[in-house]
């Protein structure tokens, strides 16, 4: 059945109520376009010059889909959903962005059908809208406000290492200074009366985190990435839930408590993790003292930089539960990623260790890097991944990485298929940049032009050519073959 919800909007609707476990799709999709209503045709109440209003969410469990818009939500007929720009499929929430479903840019979400068992009990809670709605508010952003795939904003890339990524094994110290970092920017949002003495102390933790750390020259890139995405998603969350005309001190309350849930509840010692929490709290401090921060944003300033660049720093020590709390967490991820991370590292530093190239021109759905992004010392021009899922379609074949150690780098081999014309300078930077997979000699010993493997973390059926690196190391280019 074809369901349509017109729905006319001369202003700001108000909020939903806080929403009930729904029982199917439907029910979701319906809490979900409340959210949509109430937010994205004022956008730009969030961000300045954002505009949401021809922006697409569609949820689909494969079986049905519902497409959402600012203004509309109906059900996609079978006819329609073979036309759908899908994810890469697996167990969890996936999403695919797209320029051209009907007309608009947008979204794809995969809800698994058991989502709305104990799935939806894990993510929903963590929101203050609903899950989908705060994933696709913030990876629109990147797609429509960014727009870094068509030039978009300017990023601060320079002499730091890759793009994203944690030195590995981790260190305690610059761990200690990003959340001692947080907390005095949770602390000056939520105690105006003391906030150039809490922005003091931000500086001093920014300072040296920025200075000792080495992680990220003067500042992060998904400082800026990242911080903007979520505080855009984060704002509009909280407006989904109370609305544009909630009292000040409602809206204050709210947020205070969602700082306090990412410093409680979801902070992970991780450089590009740290960044989305960081980013929320620095662009509501800056929006709340009248700041011009969003155009400085698209001009490739992060948040906490622009909102630090004239306070005075202030000398602090840390205290004991944080580092306590950081030496515990830091010992807990280096345990966890060195049983993948180790065996990485040795392969890519070995020069006979087998590689297979993948372009990242060439992923489709959703990319996941497994726990996180790392960078080691002597390898600082790769972004190393514990356990990749990623899917490639190739003028040389199909590859499904599923769950398995590897890394972003160069390699000797053409781009196939090659970036767009019309991309940006950042995204072909991004893009340039191939997907290093450490290959078993089981995996390559009856390698032919066509590589076939099977395994349970790597299935190939790609047209590769066998060359070598500066170090004399095989790398297997995915390539289309001569005609």
């Known amino acids: 059945m074809l369901m349509a919800l017109c729905l006319g909007l001369a202003r700001a609707p108000a909020a939903a109520a806080a929403p009930t476990k729904p029982a199917n799709l439907q029910e ?87 989502y709305f068992g104990t799935t939806w009990d ?104 990242e911080g903007t995405a979520e505080y855009f998603a984060v704002v509009a969350g909280a407006r989904a839930a109370l609305g544009f005309d909630a009292l000040a001190e409602t809206y204050r309350r709210t947020l205070i408590g969602e700082l306090e849930k990412r410093r409680d509840q979801q902070w992970i010692p991780q ?16 929006e709340e003292q009248g700041l011009d921060w969003q155009a400085d944003a698209a001009r490739g300033t992060a948040p906490i930089t622009f909102l630090l660049q004239n306070v005075p720093p202030v000398a602090q020590e840390p205290t004991p539960r944080t ?6 967490a830091v010992a ?34 959703t990319f996941a890097p ?35 150690a590897a890394a972003f780098g160069d390699a000797p081999c053409p781009l196939d298929p090659p970036p767009p014309a019309d991309v940006g300078q950042a995204q072909r930077a991004a893009l340039s940049a191939f997907l290093l997979v450490p290959l078993g000699p089981e995996e390559i010993e009856d390698a032919t032009s066509d590589l076939t493997i099977t395994s349970g973390t790597l299935i190939t059926r790609v047209h590769v050519n066998r060359v070598q690196d500066d170090t004399g190391r095989p790398v297997y280019c995915a390539v289309a073959p001569e005609t």
Do not use: C
């Open 332 to 365: 807990d991820e280096n345990a966890q990623v060195a049983p993948r991370l180790d065996p990485l590292i040795d392969a890519l530093a070995d020069p006979s260790h087998a590689v297979l190239a993948l372009p990242a021109t060439g992923m489709v759905g």
């Open 122 to 225: 894990q993510f929903e809670p963590q929101y203050l809208s609903t899950f989908a709605f705060h994933v696709a508010s913030h990876e629109l952003f990147h797609f429509q406000v960014q727009d870094l795939a068509h030039g978009g904003w300017s990023l601060p890339v320079g002499d730091h290492p890759a793009s994203r990524g944690t030195l590995y094994p981790l260190e305690i110290a610059p761990r200690v200074a990003r959340l001692e970092l947080f907390d005095a920017l949770l602390h000056a949002y939520a105690e105006p009366a003391r906030r150039a003495e809490h922005l003091g102390a931000a500086a001093y933790w920014y300072n040296v985190w920025a200075s000792e750390s080495g992680e990220a020259g003067e500042q992060s890139m998904t400082d800026l990435t």
């Open 28 to 114: 979701y999709a319906q809490q979900v376009a409340q959210n949509v209503r109430v937010t994205w045709s004022h956008a730009d109440r969030i961000w300045k010059g954002a505009d949401y209003m021809q922006l697409m969410l569609v949820l689909t469990d494969v079986k049905e889909a519902w497409a959402i818009t600012a203004d509309a939500t109906h059900e996609l007929t079978p006819e329609e959903r073979a036309n759908l720009p899908m994810p890469r499929l697996s167990g969890s929430v996936n999403y695919q962005p797209f320029d051209d479903f009907q007309g608009h840019r947008g979204l794809t979400i995969s809800v698994p059908r058991n």
């Open 271 to 286: 450089l590009d993790l740290e960044s989305y929490h960081i980013g929320v709290a620095a662009g509501l401090l800056a």
């Open 323 to 328: 580092v306590a709390r950081i030496s515990s």
């Open 370 to 404: 497994g726990q996180g992004f790392y960078h080691a010392e002597d390898m600082p021009d790769l972004q190393l991944m514990p356990s990749v899922s990623a899917r490639f379609e190739l003028p040389a074949g199909g590859v499904n990485v599923n769950r398995r």
